[in-house]
């Protein structure tokens, strides 16, 4: 096979359920140069038979390797990626049949673009749509995903398609430290570092499962403290007013998910705190910001 333009790299963690119906999607897709790296994460359920029943298509490839999560086996499948371009797709996910004929023309046609992204299809569990979910322009992405502004990159995981050459110039790479937000972090990294562009159409379709919201939450805590030491580590934003603002609507959003999603009333005063010490002005601003939706 000659080598492809773009490499598909899917992390698979006991994916039975639905891999098959990700990976048909990548093959139901107009564009037809590309190469699908499935990475067999540890799985204990029968990913691999799943896997393994679409392998006389030869673009298909399958890696196993022992479990060591979401982020080491996107690492995994970036190291082994042959494409001039690395897309990601979750087991779990499906492109439309137009994803990667799209956002190739926009990448390739401008030598200055690392990454391209779209809006996406926010669906429930059984894939029925929900709603979509809009991303916001490239020059506006990284102060989006630093402030968590509802439009930033969307569903950086399954929507992102990347220069190869540009993840290994500056090496790029999934921190294997973090878990939920490992997506958030890289779409950090990628909004910094890279020059981006954005499609204001709709072409991936996201699957959002329910979980344990307390479990979630604690992940949430230890991922985005992280996230912000890794800020403050890497000069991400220079010290002062701009990074505390961005650090306090952090620890705002922690304490609204403690005290909305799980009841601890501590946790959330702890934030809240932490937040004002650093920027009483962002705080003021949400608490208006509360006040005036309660009274419309």
């Not at 979401?70 to 994803?99: E, H, K, M, W």
């Not at 991303?135 to 995981?157: D, H, Y």
Request: hydrophobic share 40%; glycine share 6%.
């Amino acid at each position: 096979m000659d080598a492809p333009e773009i490499s598909i790299v899917m992390p698979a963690y006991n994916a039975a359920k639905f891999i098959a119906e990700s990976i048909e999607s990548v093959i139901n897709q107009e564009f037809s140069s590309w190469e699908l790296i499935v990475v067999n994460d540890g799985s204990k359920d029968n990913t691999s038979e799943i896997v393994s029943g679409f392998l006389s298509d030869k673009r298909i490839r399958l890696i196993e390797q022992p479990n060591g999560g979401v982020s080491v086996a996107r690492n995994t499948g970036i190291n082994a990626a042959i494409g001039n371009y690395i897309a990601f797709l979750d087991s779990d996910d499906t492109f439309l049949p137009d994803n990667l004929v799209t956002k190739f023309k926009a990448i390739s046609a401008d030598p200055t673009v690392d990454y391209v992204y779209s809006d996406l299809i926010v669906c429930d569990s059984e894939m029925k749509e929900m709603f979509v979910e809009k991303g916001a322009p490239a020059e506006a992405a990284k102060n989006s995903i630093l402030t968590w502004s509802s439009e930033n990159i969307p569903g950086m995981s399954s929507n992102v398609m990347v220069r190869h050459s540009a993840l290994k110039t500056k090496q790029i790479y999934f921190d294997k430290n973090l878990s939920n937000c490992a997506d958030r972090y890289y779409k950090i990294l990628l909004a910094s570092q890279c020059k981006g562009a954005y499609i204001p159409k709709a072409m991936v379709k996201y699957r959002n499962t329910p979980g344990s919201m307390s479990k979630k939450i604690f992940l949430l805590e230890h991922d985005e403290l992280y996230i912000l030491d890794r800020i403050k580590e890497k000069k991400i934003i220079a010290p002062g007013k701009a990074r505390n603002k961005v650090f306090a609507k952090v620890y705002l959003m922690l304490s609204g998910s403690w005290y909305k999603d799980a009841g601890e009333t501590g946790k959330a005063i702890k934030f809240t705190l932490k937040a004002l010490l650093i920027s009483p002005g962002t705080v003021l601003k949400k608490c208006f910001s509360i006040l005036g939706r309660g009274t419309n």
